[in-house]
């Protein structure tokens, strides 16, 4: 984390109170304790420091702003650090969510939500660092780093259809972004997925996206990978001229029956 000067809070645009958490002569110590005594109007901002903490937020809006991704930092031991489910509107902004944990966890998990996380950190998962899931998942996902999972930066599924935009999943054990199972349908616009120990992004299992201007380059196979049954808007003959998938060392884009073959899948 970078050292750096206290950073006055936000203006809550919804007009509530702003609860102050820090490590030093703030409201509170915790971000978890923070959000417990919220009301929905309310914003919870976090000061610059490394906070060992577990963010649970269930059926209710969440304002959570941090200092930037640089000065904050929320870990957890057991289990991941950032957890929504049924959330039906708020951001989470500025903020790096960190598993340091053994299990197979992952530093965001997001199941059918609306809200808007942007700017944030998700790193060393076991599982994939952003967990995107649900039906009634419409989550934005903009400007965000996820690096250094240990499987796939991104992972969509079980019929979430997210905005994902600019956002730089790099040096993930296996893809930058993952979109898997039928209904699944997120819009990948402008994501840049690089350095990435298999391909840059992988759609699976009747998977659909709608794709434009992404950038897939230096992944240690190709830029796109995709099985037979998915549906990518533009067509696959489309897709070289509104993204760059080339800089690949086995090419572009490829269909695969199985490509999960080289982790055992």
């Known amino acids: 984390m970078k050292n750096a000067a206290p950073i006055d809070p936000p203006k809550n645009p919804k007009g509530g109170k702003t609860l102050i ?20 109007d309310d914003l919870v901002y976090v000061s610059p420091g490394i906070y060992e903490d577990k963010v649970f937020i269930a059926e209710r809006p969440i304002q959570l ?11 957890c031991r057991r289990g991941g650090p950032l957890n929504l489910q049924k959330v039906p509107e708020g951001r989470v902004h500025g903020i790096s969510f960190r598993y340091v944990g053994s ?4 530093p965001m998990n997001l199941l059918d939500s609306t809200c808007h996380i942007t700017s944030c950190r998700a790193t060393e998962g076991i599982q994939s660092g952003i ?43 296996h893809f930058g972004i993952a ?11 402008r994501n840049i997925c690089r350095n990435n120990m298999l391909s840059g992004m992988l759609l699976f299992y009747f998977a659909e996206a709608m794709m434009l201007e992404n950038d897939c380059h230096d992944n240690q196979q190709w830029g796109l ?29 490829v269909e695969l029956e199985n490509p999960l073959k080289d982790i055992g899948r």
Not at 179 to 184: H, K, L
Request: glycine share 10%; hydrophobic share 35%; with cysteine.
């Open 21 to 40: 958490v820090g490590t030093q002569s703030a409201d509170y110590a915790l971000p978890s304790a923070a959000l417990k005594d919220a009301g929905e």
């Open 65 to 75: 702003v941090g200092a930037g991704r640089d000065q904050v930092e929320i870990f």
């Open 103 to 106: 299990d197979p966890y992952s």
């Open 131 to 173: 967990l995107v899931y649900g039906p009634e998942s419409h989550v934005s996902l903009v400007g965000n780093e996820v690096c250094g999972n240990r499987e796939s930066g991104i992972f969509v599924f079980a019929g979430a259809r997210p905005y994902i935009r600019e956002n730089l999943c790099f040096g993930n054990h």
């Open 179 to 189: 979109v898997r199972d039928a209904e699944s349908r997120p819009d990948l616009v």
């Open 225 to 253: 990978v995709l099985t037979p049954d998915c549906k990518v808007t533009p067509s696959l003959d489309a897709l070289a001229a509104s993204n760059a998938f080339d800089q690949n060392p086995r090419g572009p884009w």
